[in-house]
Protein backbone atom coordinates (compact mmCIF):
# COMPACT_ATOMS: atom_id res chain seq x y z
CA UNK A 1 0.00 0.00 0.00
CA UNK A 2 1.70 3.21 -1.06
CA UNK A 3 1.23 4.87 2.16
CA UNK A 4 3.90 7.61 0.83
CA UNK A 5 1.60 9.16 -1.50
CA UNK A 6 -1.24 9.34 1.15
CA UNK A 7 1.26 11.40 3.37
CA UNK A 8 2.00 13.85 1.21
CA UNK A 9 -1.64 14.13 -0.32
CA UNK A 10 -2.71 14.68 3.25
CA UNK A 11 0.26 17.02 4.14
CA UNK A 12 -0.08 19.43 0.98
CA UNK A 13 -1.81 22.19 2.19
CA UNK A 14 -5.63 22.89 -0.02
CA UNK A 15 -8.69 24.55 1.10
CA UNK A 16 -11.56 25.28 -0.65
CA UNK A 17 -10.25 27.74 -3.58
CA UNK A 18 -6.92 26.88 -2.87
CA UNK A 19 -6.44 23.34 -4.25
CA UNK A 20 -3.37 24.24 -6.29
CA UNK A 21 -0.53 22.51 -4.53
CA UNK A 22 -2.87 19.47 -3.98
CA UNK A 23 -3.50 19.35 -8.15
CA UNK A 24 0.43 20.04 -8.64
CA UNK A 25 1.10 16.46 -6.69
CA UNK A 26 -1.50 15.25 -8.44
CA UNK A 27 -0.45 15.85 -11.88
CA UNK A 28 2.75 15.02 -12.05
CA UNK A 29 1.54 11.70 -9.88
CA UNK A 30 -1.01 10.46 -13.01
CA UNK A 31 1.99 11.34 -15.46
CA UNK A 32 1.82 8.22 -17.82
CA UNK A 33 -2.17 6.70 -16.36
CA UNK A 34 -4.36 8.57 -18.21
CA UNK A 35 -4.38 9.76 -22.34
CA UNK A 36 -5.36 13.43 -21.31
CA UNK A 37 -5.30 15.53 -18.10
CA UNK A 38 -6.58 19.63 -17.77
CA UNK A 39 -7.46 22.07 -15.75
CA UNK A 40 -10.68 23.53 -15.99
CA UNK A 41 -11.80 26.85 -14.63
CA UNK A 42 -12.73 26.36 -11.53
CA UNK A 43 -9.57 24.27 -10.33
CA UNK A 44 -10.53 20.72 -11.45
CA UNK A 45 -8.03 18.23 -12.99
CA UNK A 46 -9.86 16.37 -15.22
CA UNK A 47 -8.10 12.98 -16.13
CA UNK A 48 -9.50 11.02 -19.34
CA UNK A 49 -8.36 7.39 -19.56
CA UNK A 50 -9.93 5.97 -23.69
CA UNK A 51 -10.99 2.62 -23.04
CA UNK A 52 -8.14 -0.69 -22.97
CA UNK A 53 -7.83 -3.93 -23.93
CA UNK A 54 -5.89 -6.47 -21.64
CA UNK A 55 -2.07 -5.29 -20.61
CA UNK A 56 -3.21 -2.21 -21.19
CA UNK A 57 -3.31 -1.52 -24.77
CA UNK A 58 -4.99 1.14 -25.85
CA UNK A 59 -8.59 1.06 -28.25
CA UNK A 60 -9.68 3.10 -30.66
CA UNK A 61 -12.85 4.41 -32.31
CA UNK A 62 -15.06 3.74 -29.27
CA UNK A 63 -16.83 6.70 -29.63
CA UNK A 64 -20.41 4.98 -28.37
CA UNK A 65 -18.19 3.90 -25.43
CA UNK A 66 -19.87 4.70 -21.16
CA UNK A 67 -18.19 7.39 -19.70
CA UNK A 68 -17.44 6.25 -15.98
CA UNK A 69 -16.32 8.89 -13.89
CA UNK A 70 -14.87 9.15 -10.30
CA UNK A 71 -15.50 12.32 -8.50
CA UNK A 72 -12.50 12.92 -5.77
CA UNK A 73 -12.45 16.20 -4.06
CA UNK A 74 -8.80 17.81 -3.05
CA UNK A 75 -9.79 20.52 -0.85
CA UNK A 76 -9.66 20.38 2.83
CA UNK A 77 -11.69 21.93 5.61
CA UNK A 78 -9.21 25.02 6.85
CA UNK A 79 -9.86 29.11 7.32
CA UNK A 80 -9.27 32.18 5.51
CA UNK A 81 -7.72 35.37 7.35
CA UNK A 82 -10.69 38.17 7.64
CA UNK A 83 -8.59 40.67 9.86
CA UNK A 84 -5.37 41.64 11.61
CA UNK A 85 -6.01 43.47 15.05
CA UNK A 86 -3.35 45.85 15.97
CA UNK A 87 -1.59 43.51 18.00
CA UNK A 88 -0.55 41.21 15.42
CA UNK A 89 -3.62 38.46 15.71
CA UNK A 90 -5.12 37.13 12.71
CA UNK A 91 -8.69 36.62 12.70
CA UNK A 92 -10.70 33.53 10.08
CA UNK A 93 -13.69 32.84 8.73
CA UNK A 94 -14.16 29.01 7.89
CA UNK A 95 -13.94 27.21 4.97
CA UNK A 96 -15.89 23.91 5.96
CA UNK A 97 -17.63 22.76 8.80
CA UNK A 98 -15.99 22.63 11.50
CA UNK A 99 -16.86 21.90 15.78
CA UNK A 100 -15.68 24.67 18.15
CA UNK A 101 -14.47 21.85 20.78
CA UNK A 102 -12.18 20.60 18.32
CA UNK A 103 -10.43 23.57 17.96
CA UNK A 104 -8.86 24.28 21.06
CA UNK A 105 -4.84 24.81 21.65
CA UNK A 106 -3.83 23.32 17.87
CA UNK A 107 -1.03 24.42 16.08
CA UNK A 108 -2.13 25.40 12.24
CA UNK A 109 0.11 26.56 9.17
CA UNK A 110 -0.41 29.87 7.60
CA UNK A 111 0.00 29.92 4.11
CA UNK A 112 0.93 33.47 2.77
CA UNK A 113 1.88 34.93 -0.79
CA UNK A 114 5.97 34.23 0.35
CA UNK A 115 5.58 31.22 1.98
CA UNK A 116 4.57 28.96 4.71
CA UNK A 117 4.37 30.12 8.52
CA UNK A 118 3.68 27.92 11.74
CA UNK A 119 1.15 29.63 14.14
CA UNK A 120 -1.14 28.22 17.25
CA UNK A 121 -4.82 28.52 17.48
CA UNK A 122 -6.49 29.37 20.53
CA UNK A 123 -10.25 30.91 21.82
CA UNK A 124 -10.11 34.54 23.26
CA UNK A 125 -10.82 34.71 27.38
CA UNK A 126 -9.25 33.67 30.31
CA UNK A 127 -6.48 30.49 30.52
CA UNK A 128 -7.20 27.87 32.92
CA UNK A 129 -5.80 29.49 36.02
CA UNK A 130 -7.48 32.73 36.07
CA UNK A 131 -10.96 31.77 35.18
CA UNK A 132 -14.09 31.12 36.73
CA UNK A 133 -15.74 27.23 36.72
CA UNK A 134 -18.60 29.47 34.99
CA UNK A 135 -15.75 30.21 32.04
CA UNK A 136 -14.47 27.12 31.77
CA UNK A 137 -18.44 25.51 30.93
CA UNK A 138 -18.31 27.63 27.33
CA UNK A 139 -17.71 26.06 24.27
CA UNK A 140 -16.59 29.19 22.46
CA UNK A 141 -17.93 30.24 18.44
CA UNK A 142 -15.41 29.57 15.69
CA UNK A 143 -15.41 33.27 15.47
CA UNK A 144 -14.03 33.22 18.36
CA UNK A 145 -10.39 31.91 17.88
CA UNK A 146 -7.87 33.35 16.44
CA UNK A 147 -4.20 32.91 14.76
CA UNK A 148 -1.09 33.10 16.92
CA UNK A 149 1.97 33.14 14.54
CA UNK A 150 4.80 34.86 17.17
CA UNK A 151 5.55 37.73 15.25
CA UNK A 152 5.57 41.52 16.35
CA UNK A 153 2.62 43.64 14.67
CA UNK A 154 5.19 45.16 12.30
CA UNK A 155 5.93 41.83 10.96
CA UNK A 156 2.58 40.29 10.94
CA UNK A 157 1.62 42.94 8.67
CA UNK A 158 4.43 42.94 6.51
CA UNK A 159 3.64 38.80 5.88
CA UNK A 160 0.25 38.54 6.16
CA UNK A 161 -2.54 39.69 4.51
CA UNK A 162 -6.87 39.38 4.33
CA UNK A 163 -7.30 35.86 2.41
CA UNK A 164 -4.33 33.90 2.74
CA UNK A 165 -5.56 30.72 3.65
CA UNK A 166 -4.97 28.44 7.43
CA UNK A 167 -4.64 24.51 7.69
CA UNK A 168 -4.38 22.22 10.95
CA UNK A 169 -0.49 21.25 11.03
CA UNK A 170 -0.50 17.79 11.80
CA UNK A 171 1.89 15.20 9.85
CA UNK A 172 0.16 11.85 9.36
CA UNK A 173 0.77 8.77 11.54
CA UNK A 174 0.08 5.07 11.66
CA UNK A 175 -1.50 3.35 14.88
CA UNK A 176 -2.09 -0.12 14.95
CA UNK A 177 -3.43 -1.12 11.45
CA UNK A 178 -4.74 2.22 11.43
CA UNK A 179 -3.89 5.65 9.47
CA UNK A 180 -4.34 9.21 11.04
CA UNK A 181 -3.88 12.02 9.97
CA UNK A 182 -6.06 15.89 9.35
CA UNK A 183 -7.36 15.98 5.22
CA UNK A 184 -8.23 11.74 5.27
CA UNK A 185 -11.30 13.94 3.94
CA UNK A 186 -10.54 14.23 1.17
CA UNK A 187 -7.08 13.03 0.58
CA UNK A 188 -8.13 9.09 0.78
CA UNK A 189 -10.22 10.06 -2.27
CA UNK A 190 -7.52 11.28 -4.87
CA UNK A 191 -5.30 8.69 -3.35
CA UNK A 192 -8.12 5.76 -4.72
CA UNK A 193 -8.28 8.28 -7.88
CA UNK A 194 -4.77 7.48 -8.87
CA UNK A 195 -4.25 3.91 -6.80
CA UNK A 196 -7.33 2.30 -9.00
CA UNK A 197 -6.25 3.24 -12.10
CA UNK A 198 -2.92 2.13 -10.99
CA UNK A 199 -4.30 -1.24 -10.04
CA UNK A 200 -5.91 -1.69 -13.68
CA UNK A 201 -2.85 -1.31 -15.01
CA UNK A 202 -0.80 -3.61 -12.72
CA UNK A 203 -3.18 -5.90 -13.38
CA UNK A 204 -3.39 -5.41 -17.19
CA UNK A 205 -6.93 -5.23 -16.97
CA UNK A 206 -9.36 -4.37 -20.04
CA UNK A 207 -11.99 -1.89 -19.56
CA UNK A 208 -14.61 -1.00 -22.00
CA UNK A 209 -15.50 2.13 -21.09
CA UNK A 210 -13.90 6.02 -20.82
CA UNK A 211 -12.67 6.35 -17.63
CA UNK A 212 -12.17 9.94 -16.10
CA UNK A 213 -10.96 11.07 -12.81
CA UNK A 214 -12.05 14.21 -11.47
CA UNK A 215 -10.17 15.63 -8.93
CA UNK A 216 -12.62 18.51 -7.49
CA UNK A 217 -12.42 21.63 -5.68
CA UNK A 218 -14.71 23.43 -3.40
CA UNK A 219 -16.57 20.30 -2.18
CA UNK A 220 -16.41 21.45 1.30
CA UNK A 221 -18.46 24.59 0.59
CA UNK A 222 -20.95 22.98 -1.96
CA UNK A 223 -19.91 20.54 -4.19
CA UNK A 224 -18.98 23.05 -6.72
CA UNK A 225 -15.96 21.96 -8.58
CA UNK A 226 -18.01 18.74 -9.09
CA UNK A 227 -20.76 20.45 -10.74
CA UNK A 228 -18.89 22.43 -13.62
CA UNK A 229 -16.52 19.08 -14.02
CA UNK A 230 -19.56 16.96 -14.42
CA UNK A 231 -21.61 18.81 -16.69
CA UNK A 232 -18.36 19.13 -18.95
CA UNK A 233 -17.78 15.42 -18.59
CA UNK A 234 -21.48 14.07 -18.97
CA UNK A 235 -20.95 10.79 -17.49
CA UNK A 236 -22.73 7.93 -17.55
CA UNK A 237 -21.82 6.55 -14.43
CA UNK A 238 -20.88 8.61 -11.39
CA UNK A 239 -18.91 7.78 -8.75
CA UNK A 240 -18.94 9.66 -5.66
CA UNK A 241 -15.44 8.73 -3.97
CA UNK A 242 -15.44 10.30 -0.27
CA UNK A 243 -14.93 9.40 3.35
CA UNK A 244 -18.20 8.91 5.34
CA UNK A 245 -18.49 8.36 9.33
CA UNK A 246 -17.53 5.50 11.45
CA UNK A 247 -18.67 6.24 14.75
CA UNK A 248 -17.69 2.98 15.99
CA UNK A 249 -16.84 4.07 19.00
CA UNK A 250 -17.55 4.69 22.67
CA UNK A 251 -20.64 7.29 23.37
CA UNK A 252 -22.58 6.66 20.02
CA UNK A 253 -25.62 4.10 20.31
CA UNK A 254 -24.57 0.83 17.32
CA UNK A 255 -27.74 2.37 14.92
CA UNK A 256 -25.90 5.29 14.36
CA UNK A 257 -22.10 3.85 13.82
CA UNK A 258 -22.92 4.11 9.83
CA UNK A 259 -20.09 1.99 9.46
CA UNK A 260 -17.49 -0.40 11.20
CA UNK A 261 -13.90 -0.11 10.36
CA UNK A 262 -12.88 -3.12 9.10
CA UNK A 263 -15.50 -4.37 7.41
CA UNK A 264 -14.50 -3.25 4.16
CA UNK A 265 -15.55 0.06 2.11
CA UNK A 266 -18.62 1.48 1.90
CA UNK A 267 -21.35 1.04 -0.43
CA UNK A 268 -22.90 4.27 -0.12
CA UNK A 269 -26.95 4.49 -0.43
CA UNK A 270 -28.62 7.56 0.99
CA UNK A 271 -27.21 10.90 2.63
CA UNK A 272 -28.71 14.99 2.52
CA UNK A 273 -27.66 15.24 -1.01
CA UNK A 274 -28.60 12.72 -2.89
CA UNK A 275 -30.00 8.65 -3.45
CA UNK A 276 -27.55 6.01 -5.12
CA UNK A 277 -29.07 4.91 -8.06
CA UNK A 278 -30.53 1.52 -7.30
CA UNK A 279 -29.50 -0.85 -10.33
CA UNK A 280 -26.07 0.60 -9.91
CA UNK A 281 -25.94 -0.04 -6.60
CA UNK A 282 -26.68 -3.80 -7.13
CA UNK A 283 -24.35 -4.04 -9.91
CA UNK A 284 -21.25 -2.91 -7.75
CA UNK A 285 -22.85 -4.59 -4.83
CA UNK A 286 -22.62 -8.18 -7.26
CA UNK A 287 -19.06 -7.10 -8.37
CA UNK A 288 -18.06 -7.28 -4.36
CA UNK A 289 -19.84 -10.19 -3.73
CA UNK A 290 -17.54 -11.86 -6.74
CA UNK A 291 -14.74 -10.71 -6.59
CA UNK A 292 -14.72 -11.26 -2.09
CA UNK A 293 -14.10 -7.81 -1.70
CA UNK A 294 -15.37 -6.96 1.72
CA UNK A 295 -18.33 -4.21 2.25
CA UNK A 296 -21.28 -2.52 4.22
CA UNK A 297 -23.96 -0.45 3.26
CA UNK A 298 -23.72 2.93 4.87
CA UNK A 299 -26.78 5.83 4.89
CA UNK A 300 -25.54 9.08 6.29
CA UNK A 301 -28.56 11.18 7.63
CA UNK A 302 -26.86 14.90 6.95
CA UNK A 303 -24.14 16.00 4.42
CA UNK A 304 -23.50 15.25 1.12
CA UNK A 305 -20.96 14.48 -1.53
CA UNK A 306 -19.74 14.80 -4.70
CA UNK A 307 -21.49 12.06 -6.64
CA UNK A 308 -24.80 14.20 -6.23
CA UNK A 309 -23.33 16.69 -8.40
CA UNK A 310 -22.71 13.69 -11.47
CA UNK A 311 -26.14 12.12 -10.98
CA UNK A 312 -27.62 15.94 -11.40
CA UNK A 313 -25.34 17.21 -14.13
CA UNK A 314 -27.44 17.67 -17.76
CA UNK A 315 -29.37 15.00 -18.41
CA UNK A 316 -28.17 13.11 -15.37
CA UNK A 317 -26.30 9.88 -14.82
CA UNK A 318 -26.06 6.64 -12.75
CA UNK A 319 -24.96 7.26 -9.49
CA UNK A 320 -23.46 5.94 -6.72
CA UNK A 321 -21.05 6.83 -3.68
CA UNK A 322 -18.18 4.56 -2.83
CA UNK A 323 -16.80 5.57 0.65
CA UNK A 324 -13.97 4.78 3.47
CA UNK A 325 -15.43 4.09 6.63
CA UNK A 326 -13.48 7.27 8.96
CA UNK A 327 -13.07 7.59 12.69
CA UNK A 328 -13.12 11.38 13.73
CA UNK A 329 -14.13 13.32 10.76
CA UNK A 330 -13.08 17.30 10.75
CA UNK A 331 -10.46 16.90 13.44
CA UNK A 332 -6.89 16.28 12.92
CA UNK A 333 -7.16 13.06 14.62
CA UNK A 334 -8.96 11.24 11.15
CA UNK A 335 -8.66 8.07 11.47
CA UNK A 336 -8.71 4.74 8.61
CA UNK A 337 -8.55 1.08 8.42
CA UNK A 338 -5.91 -0.10 6.23
CA UNK A 339 -8.32 -2.92 5.02
CA UNK A 340 -11.26 -0.68 4.17
CA UNK A 341 -9.17 1.78 2.13
CA UNK A 342 -7.63 -1.75 0.42
CA UNK A 343 -11.07 -2.73 -0.15
CA UNK A 344 -12.31 0.45 -1.67
CA UNK A 345 -9.43 0.29 -4.53
CA UNK A 346 -10.35 -2.78 -5.17
CA UNK A 347 -13.84 -2.08 -5.61
CA UNK A 348 -13.12 0.67 -7.81
CA UNK A 349 -10.73 -1.57 -10.21
CA UNK A 350 -13.19 -3.88 -10.67
CA UNK A 351 -15.96 -1.64 -11.24
CA UNK A 352 -14.22 -0.04 -14.46
CA UNK A 353 -13.35 -2.89 -15.54
CA UNK A 354 -16.52 -4.62 -15.79
CA UNK A 355 -19.15 -1.96 -16.53
Known amino acids: MNIDLLKRLCETPGVPGREERVRALIETEVKGLFDKVETDAMGNLICRRSPRAAKGKRVTGKADAKVVMQLCHMDEIGFYVTSIDDKGFLWVNP ?8 LFSRRVLVCAEDGDYKGVMNPGGRPVHISSPEDRKKVPEVKEF ?28 EVGSKIVSKALDNRVACWLGIESV ?158
Open 198 to 355: RALDKAGLAHKSEIVVAFTTQEEVGLRGAKTASYAVRPDIGLGIDVTLACDTPGVPAAEAVTTQGKGFGLHIKDGSFISDYDLTKTVEAIAKKKRIPYQRTILAAGGQDGAAAQQAAAGAKAIGITVGTRYIHTVTEMVDRKDLQAACDILAAVMAEV
Open 95 to 102: AGGFDPRN
Open 146 to 173: FVDVGMTPAQVNKKFQVGDYIVMDEPLI
